[in-house]
């Protein structure tokens, strides 16, 4: 194509482009805002046992300085009452409670199997006024972790195809009397719709759009996130991010998603 042909052409491309996230944001979607997970995690699994955390936001003591202040459910004298300074508990961070939209759902737990070994999950369920998912690499970076590598890793279930998860190796130092001290962790998400899943940030970004457009249909995204700590060579805690997810998996699906993801 000539150069004096292909200019308009791209511009077209590019206008039709624009126009179709245009439609895909402003038209009437019907808004769905039954979402394909629980927000619940289980407490025991085979070989796992989980302990749901909660966080304290007290700006003056606890949270200082967004300071991470974490408490196991199950130890809690009162329920959601934080037993140092006795304000109201919350199901996430400080931090993200004020960097998210209001109505963004979370669920975390510690789950430890009989080694030893600890894993940190989560869901967070975006809100329904708008999506609240961010890319996780971002939100790893801007914690001050660096990103060692990433890829896809399948997971293997039983009754229907293997379920893909993206592994983010991180690694960051920490300041210690004794000096720099290095720590190495992995981060495995995948995204649940009401009714698909995929490990890719673009994929849901695509799906997202799609729905709204085609399906005229809104719902509320999904992000599971499974956080443990590495050896700094090596792959091993692949076996644990595999043991785990084959595990809680079929908990955490609703019913509709469950048969969708199951082919029933
Ligand atoms: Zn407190």
């Excluded at 490990?199 to 599971?224: E, G, P, T």
């Amino acid at each position: 194509m000539e150069k004096s042909l292909f200019k308009p052409f791209l511009t077209i491309v590019i206008l039709m482009g624009l126009a179709i996230i245009a439609v895909a944001f402003t038209t009437d979607v019907k808004f769905d805002f039954v979402p394909g997970v629980k927000m619940e995690l289980p407490e025991d699994v085979k070989g796992w046992h989980g302990n749901q955390l909660k966080f304290c936001h007290n700006p003056e003591l606890c949270a200082k300085d967004y300071k991470d202040a974490s408490f196991y459910v199950s130890e809690l004298e009162i329920p959601d009452i934080c037993p140092e300074c006795g304000d109201h508990l919350f199901n996430m961070a400080r931090a993200e409670k004020e960097q998210l939209p209001e109505d963004t759902e979370f669920v975390k737990s510690a789950f430890t199997n009989d080694v030893g070994t600890r894993l940190f999950t989560s869901i967070v369920l975006s809100g329904t006024a708008r999506d609240s998912i961010h890319r996780p690499q971002r939100c790893l970076k801007g914690q001050g972790n660096n990103m060692d590598g990433e890829y896809d890793l399948e997971v293997p279930l039983e009754g229907r195809d293997p379920l893909t998860v993206r592994v983010i190796q991180t690694s960051r130092t920490y300041r210690t009397a004794d000096g720099p001290v290095p720590y190495y962790s992995f981060y495995a998400y995948w995204f649940v719709g009401q009714d698909r899943e995929t490990a890719s940030h673009y994929s849901r970004m695509f799906w997202l759009a799609w729905d709204r457009v085609v399906r005229s249909k809104a719902n509320r995204w999904a992000y599971i996130a499974v956080q443990g700590q590495r050896e700094a060579e090596g792959t091993e805690y692949e076996a644990e991010i595999i043991d785990f997810v084959q595990q809680v998996y079929p908990h955490v699906l609703t019913d509709t998603m469950r048969a969708k993801a199951y082919g029933e």
